[in-house]
């Protein structure tokens, strides 16, 4: 296992409810002393995503850790309450930070806490769009670092993981992955100027794996805002696919004995979102699969987002 880890995650926490278990396993294994959250993100239009985020850490007692948001009407969830299905809920009911507070633009929340991070020591995990990526690497020089956005992320970001793809080219279920399809131009700008390693965790490595029904059979809906959102999400069904999960646990702890890496390669999204990979021994790019039947990776990620709060001392 690599040393511990200095993680921003970058979420569009609304439309699914496996963005909150995402957040519960990153959180818990922050717990373990696997890695520390230098700040969380939300890529939707929606602000009640950033109250849900604050929620769940909150519920962790993780109080401090920075939380922005995309300040624009324009991007995703515009005009889709889809997007609000369990989001608003959780912000007028759970305690947050943005109560009587604004909540911060997610550009500056990042510039600021690269500019703190150690060089080349961040992993940044996006489970949704990568439209803050994109603006964090346009961005100008501001008053918490003299550089670029690009110049900022090539100095302090030593690995991109995400949440993204599908790379079954040639199958009946090969199709445009939902965080790609949501924002094309963003992914395929995120992809071409990032100069460094990249992994793609696709939509079939998750797909197989449901956890949840555990979590909404036990939980405490009046405290937990994660089995509170997969209650409300899942409405009965059981529980819910795992993509977010598998990211973030892959992200922090590797491969694990769980899931298997490509070779190195390169990964393109062409015009309308379909993604590819190519083997390329000079490539920086790799995509991730299982590699144990899903039901035991079900099991450890269930175990996971079961397990009670533990404060941070």
Not at 45 to 71: F, M, Q, S
Request: with cysteine; net charge negative.
């Amino acid at each position: 296992m690599d040393r511990l880890k200095n993680v921003i995650l970058d979420t569009d926490i609304g439309p699914d409810c496996d963005d909150a278990g995402a957040i519960a396993i990153l959180n818990k294994l922050c717990d373990f002393g696997e890695a520390k959250v230098l700040a969380m993100g939300n890529c939707t239009v929606h602000p009640e995503g950033a109250c849900c985020i604050d929620a769940i850490n909150w519920y962790y007692g993780r109080h401090g850790i920075p939380v922005g948001t995309l300040k624009s009407t324009e991007g995703p969830g515009k005009d889709n309450e889809d997007y609000l299905k369990y989001n608003k809920y959780i912000a007028e009911n759970f305690e947050h930070s943005f109560k009587h507070t604004l909540i911060p633009d997610v550009t500056a929340i990042y510039r600021e806490a690269l500019e703190k991070a150690e060089d080349n020591s961040v992993v940044l995990i996006t489970i949704g769009m990568l439209n803050n990526i994109k603006n964090l690497m346009q961005s100008e020089p501001d008053g918490y670092s003299g550089l670029t956005g690009l110049e900022l992320v090539e100095k302090k970001v030593r690995k991109l993981v995400c949440m993204a793809g599908n790379f079954r080219a040639g199958n009946p279920d090969f199709f445009c992955e939902f965080n790609i399809n949501t924002d094309i131009e963003a992914a395929r700008y995120v992809i071409g100027n990032f100069n460094g390693e990249i992994v793609f965790c696709p939509f079939e490595m998750g797909y197989s794996i449901i956890t949840g029904a555990r979590l909404i059979s036990m939980g405490d809906m009046k405290k937990n805002p994660v089995a509170k959102a997969y209650q409300i999400y899942c409405d009965g069904a059981g529980g819910r696919n795992s993509w977010d999960l598998v990211t973030v646990y892959y992200a922090v702890r590797g491969t694990h004995g769980l899931f298997k890496e490509s070779k190195k390669g390169n990964i393109t999204i062409d015009e309308n979102g379909f993604t590819y990979f190519r083997e390329d021994p000079k490539g920086r790019h790799m995509i991730t699969a299982n590699k144990v039947p899903p039901v035991e990776i079900a099991q450890i990620l269930e175990d996971i987002i079961n397990l009670s709060p533990e404060l941070v001392r």
